[in-house]
């Protein structure tokens, strides 16, 4: 499986759920909008997605409207917003050259930058699900 396409994949399948949700769309709903996709690719400043991408979307936010716990980690929507954070930081790290293990060794305040270069929030959690989405790209790159 390429982790880069996955990575991709998942941002943009939140970034889609994220718009339905706003719209206030129902799961059912949002997936009829599937023949509306470049529109939807034009107003969220993506190229249009896939069907598997907006499956992804779909049930992404399935599991939203599902949900009725207290929030927090157990919170689909903020489990979502983690993963698309630490793929951001995944490639800020991947351009400006640091590889997985550079990552590992780096001073908070090195750590809080990357974080808001890649707009993400500066805790360690998020920083360190993206060192793990870099680590899964290496080892991709890797095997090939």
Avoid: C, H
Wanted: hydrophobic fraction near 35%.
């Amino acid at each position: 499986m390429n982790p880069y396409q996955t990575q991709r994949r998942m941002v943009k399948a939140v970034t889609l759920a994220d718009m339905a949700q706003r719209l206030g769309l129902s799961p059912e709903a949002f997936e009829s909008e599937w023949p509306d996709r470049y529109e939807w690719a034009r107003d969220s400043g993506t190229r249009p997605a896939s069907r598997e991408t907006w499956d992804l979307a779909v049930d992404l936010l399935r599991s939203r409207a599902e949900y009725e716990g207290p929030g927090g980690l157990d919170d689909p929507s903020v489990v979502q917003r983690l993963a698309r954070m630490a793929v951001d930081i995944a490639e800020t790290l991947s351009r400006n050259d640091v590889d997985s293990d550079e990552a590992e060794v780096l001073p908070k305040t090195q750590k809080r930058l990357v974080a808001k270069l890649s707009k993400a929030d500066t805790s360690a959690t998020t920083f360190d699900l993206g060192k793990v989405f870099l680590r899964m790209r290496e080892e991709f790159r890797l095997k090939r």
